[in-house]
């Protein structure tokens, strides 16, 4: 059930911010707004860098409307675009995917977990 009204996006992204990421990858898809911690696009980048293939964001910051309509969790890093949700092509290899995300994750301040068809991967509390 539909308890949202999703307007088009209004704001447009279209920005290249690394060889081959784009800020409108991490946009809300109901809004069209952004966020996106510098630490999430490093690590993204090594990420695509040593798979050698696209890395594909499924979602990257959401909104809290766009957040509540897809049941994420109250206090989400995607909220603060401190989190972003990754996958690769059918087509490209499932375990160089897999050795790209977790041995990138050792160099940066970044938390991986696992969630059956994307890798969620986030920031972790410097302080915690
Ligand atoms: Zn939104
Ligand atoms: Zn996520």
């Given at each position: 059930m539909n308890l949202f009204r999703i307007p088009e996006p209004y704001y447009n992204n279209n920005i290249k911010i690394a060889e081959h990421f784009n800020l409108s990858e991490f946009t809300c898809p109901c809004c069209g707004r952004?966020?996106?911690d510098k630490r999430i696009l490093d690590y993204l980048i090594e990420v695509r860098q040593r798979f050698g293939a696209p890395v594909i964001v499924t979602s990257g910051?959401?909104?809290e409307l766009h957040n509540l309509h897809i049941g994420g969790r109250e206090d989400s890093k995607h909220l603060?675009?401190?989190a972003v949700d990754i996958t690769k092509r059918l087509t490209d290899d499932l375990k160089k995917f897999r050795e790209a995300v977790i041995q990138t994750s050792w160099k940066y301040?970044?938390?991986v977990v696992y969630e059956t068809d994307h890798y969620h991967i986030e920031v972790q509390d410097e302080n915690p």
């Open positions: 952004v966020m996106l910051y959401r909104c603060v675009g401190q301040p970044i938390e």
